[in-house]
């Protein structure tokens, strides 16, 4: 297989230039640089590192199945994006019969790890025993809330408990709320200055705590990450996959 081409969508955003930064560092060819009010012009790139926005994330799909079908040959999108509502979600899913779709609200080992780790918890601890709840903190320039992250850890604990996390998620309180339900999964978060990346899931019982948590030291954490998926994704169909499938969890 020929050496691959990569191209960055949102190149001049934190995420956009912490990939360039290490696609650079390894030496890897990066063939485009797309930003807000760009053409996708996708001619000379294969694996696109996609750290923009929802509304830009769809329209690089489409400029990705229109190319895939132009050369003959599906094009890798690795979306990094968060803060999709679930309208935008069903209105990707066409574009993954003819893109190799990468789809992940945290890139890193660690949180991926701890996706798995938390379905056992969830399965094992009851819900009549134990609450859930969900904690980020993030620098103050994030826009979307809870992060995507915080989401995919909370869907991993309604998983274990095999509930559907909209059912029981509980994403503000405020005033009299009245006591806590059994079985809710309860999310708080923490805007301010530099934060990378903070993630703790609670399992609190009445006698026992127990937690696991995240912290993100470095943003190439997760260039690091997209990039693996990128290059993973080149061996695969179209399709939707996420970095589960890319680790093999
Ligand atoms: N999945 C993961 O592991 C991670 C996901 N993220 C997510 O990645 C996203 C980006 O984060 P971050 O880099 O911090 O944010 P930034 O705001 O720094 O970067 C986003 C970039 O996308 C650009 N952009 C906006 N609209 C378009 C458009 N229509 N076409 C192309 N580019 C566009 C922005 O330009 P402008 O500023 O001009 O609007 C900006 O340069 C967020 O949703 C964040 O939650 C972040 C880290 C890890
Ligand atoms: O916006 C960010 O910065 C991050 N966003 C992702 C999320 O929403 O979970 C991943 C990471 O925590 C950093």
């Known amino acids: ?120 918890a969830s399965a094992r601890l009851s819900a009549e025993d134990w609450d859930i709840e969900v904690t980020e903190a993030h620098h103050r320039r994030k826009v979307d809330a809870p992060s995507g992250t915080a989401l995919m850890l909370g869907a991993a604990a309604a998983e274990g408990r095999g509930v559907d996390l909209a059912e029981v998620k509980v994403a503000a309180r405020d005033g009299i709320t009245g006591a806590r339900r059994a079985g809710d999964i309860g999310f708080s978060v923490i805007r301010g200055g530099g934060i990378v990346g903070e993630h703790s899931v609670l399992f609190a019982s009445e006698d026992e705590l127990i937690t696991f948590s995240h912290s993100a030291r470095d943003r190439t954490l997760f260039a690091r990450g997209a990039i693996q998926a990128g290059l993973w994704g080149r061996n695969q169909v179209p399709g939707l996959y996420d970095m589960q499938d890319v680790l093999g969890f």
């Open 1 to 120: 297989m020929s050496a691959p081409r990569f191209a960055i969508n949102g190149a001049k955003g934190r995420m956009g230039q912490a990939t360039a930064r290490v696609l650079e560092a390894a030496g890897h060819n990066i063939a485009a640089r797309f930003d807000k009010g760009d053409t996708f012009d996708l001619s000379g790139a294969d694996i696109v590192i996609d750290f923009s926005t929802p509304e830009a994330t769809l329209h690089l799909a489409q400029a990705c199945a229109a190319e895939g079908e132009r050369r003959g040959a599906p094009i890798v999108q690795v979306i990094g994006a968060t803060g999709f509502t679930s309208e935008q979600e069903a209105a990707l899913m066409p574009f993954a019969e003819k893109v190799i779709l990468l789809k992940s609200g945290n890139y890193s080992l660690g949180v991926n790890m701890m996706i798995g780790l938390l379905k056992q």
